[in-house]
Nanobody
């Protein structure tokens, strides 16, 4: 079973920084896509950033220039460096991976449990 574990969510002041981490356990293809999504109260879940196994990235317009997604040295780990945080960034942040597994060779996605990020004075 593929499982994602997230950490790093916290309460931070506007203008501050946080670094979110996510690690994947279980067997999944090395050719995959990992991403961060967020959901604020009363709003739908939205893509924040994603990165391919080859290092190609894309970002939501609202976080470009402030957030950086990256992969770690450990297999299927991903980070989200968040700088210049704004109150509008307050949300539950979810880690995601999409790739092939033994049970789903055509590919499927897995989600972390979410970690709360609160930006407030």
């Amino acid at each position: 079973q593929v499982q994602l574990v997230e950490s790093g969510g916290d309460l931070v002041q506007p203008g501050g920084s946080l670094r979110l981490s996510c690690g994947t356990s279980g067997i999944i293809a090395s050719n995959n896509i990992m991403g961060w999504y967020r959901q604020a109260p009363g709003k739908q879940r939205e893509l924040v950033a994603r990165i391919t196994s080859g290092g190609h990235t894309n970002y939501a317009d609202s976080v470009k220039g402030r957030f950086t997604i990256s992969r770690g040295n450990a297999k299927n780990t991903v980070y989200l460096q968040m700088n210049s945080l704004k109150p509008e960034d307050t949300a539950v942040y979810y880690c995601n991976i999409y790739g092939s597994t033994y049970d789903a060779p055509g590919g499927r996605e897995f989600w972390g449990q979410g970690t709360q990020v609160t930006v407030s004075s």
